[in-house]
């Protein structure tokens, strides 16, 4: 647990504590299979050495596992290569001057998280009401979370067709800007307000 009281934890399976049969998972002393929607399937002929079983702060359970992946996984050289600028308005700008948009989800996102967490700084600490609306605020963050590894991981490397780009697999070399993005989201918050802020009568 990250910090006293705090919700949350894993514990680690090793084989002597768990049962890998027909493609499903039991821990030991547990006569049932652990109830799990994957998130992909193992490759064929692998076995788990470790599992993991964690709870995040949103109430939510998952479960890893640890194989060993005997197949060749390697991507075929290219001579491609790309540079990457990242922005704020748009994700990023690609050397080849194609733009990708942030998640289109992120913003109505951010903006439940801001209502709830007002509504958690007006709960009593410790009361019911509170311990909802901090689960609340969680579970929010976990979509945010969820939300950017997706977007990320479609766009950097999985063979989809609804991804912008396939930047890995398409480039032998990725070029990326060395930039701290928290200033310039600053300083671009902070023109915007000059721009707003009321001259005053002369």
Known sequence: MSRKNAPGGSAEFTKSAFKWKDGQVYLAKCAEPLSIRWSRQLPQNCVPSTITVKLDPSGRWSVSLRVKDTRDLRLKPSNKQVGIDLGITSLLTTSNGEKVANPKNLNKLHKKLRLAAKSLKRKTKGSNNYQKARLKVARIHAKIKDSRLDYTHKLTYVANPTAAL?????????????????????????????????????
């Open 166 to 202: 396939q930047l890995i697999r398409e480039n032998q070399t990725i070029v990326v800007e060395d930039l701290a993005v928290k200033n310039m989201v600053r300083e671009s918050q902070s023109t915007q307000e000059q721009l707003v802020m009321p001259t005053g009568p002369n």
